[in-house]
């Protein structure tokens, strides 16, 4: 029988080298990078998951503005209406001890005085009246409709010959105030005309 030939081949050898040394640097290599690919999985999933919360912040940030914005405007709208509206204060008085009255007719014609100085179903009231002088009367009201308010003021009693009655006074309104012209009664018991307010359908006011 011939012996087998157990004769090493260089070259086989080479390559076999050459093949275990590639596969065993590759498996080295993966397994020092696999810690670094899970690291950066879970960074990536992280980094994810606080741009979400951002995210979620932000919206609920902006909901917040958006609910404070209405509100703001709402609050804006009540106080422009509440502007809107025409308040009138109707301020009359003079320095001599007698009695005098004040007298509004209103648009719809009706009339405050000490004997009605509220009237039902009219906006508007005489919220101020002394008999005694020295002495000051107020009508007012909240929201006036637009038309002709006439003033008239009557020297009622007289306690006081020596001195003239003069009757000065002031109208306070949305937009400022206004001097009531300077009236001298000397008749008892006679409505002496003062003045004209008018408010026209914007809210303006004048005296005349």
Do not use: C
């Amino acid at each position: 029988m011939k012996p087998r030939n157990r004769e090493i081949n260089i070259f086989n050898l080479s390559m076999l080298d050459v093949i275990s040394g590639a596969m065993a640097a590759f498996l080295i290599i993966m397994v020092v990078l696999i810690p670094y690919y899970r690291k950066e999985s879970i960074d990536y999933q992280a980094i994810i998951a606080s741009l979400q919360r951002e995210v979620a912040e932000a919206q609920q940030q902006t909901q917040a503005a958006q609910a404070e914005s209405e509100q703001q405007r709402r609050h804006a709208e009540e106080l422009a209406r509440q502007l809107a509206k025409t308040f009138l204060v109707l301020y009359v008085r003079w320095n001599t001890r007698d009695d005098v009255d004040l007298h509004l007719i209103d648009p719809s014609g009706a009339e405050f005085s000490f004997q009605r100085k509220r009237i039902p179903g009219r906006p508007g009231e005489l919220s101020e009246d002394n008999v005694n002088g020295p002495g000051n009367e107020v009508w007012e009201i909240r929201d006036a409709p637009p038309g002709n308010y006439k003033v008239f003021v009557n020297l009622f009693a007289v306690k006081d010959r020596r001195k003239p009655v003069v009757v000065k006074g002031r109208l306070f309104h949305r937009d400022g105030s206004n001097p009531i012209p300077e009236t001298r009664l000397t008749q008892k018991g006679r409505k002496e005309p003062v003045a004209t307010i008018s408010v026209d359908s914007n809210g303006n006011v004048s005296v005349h």
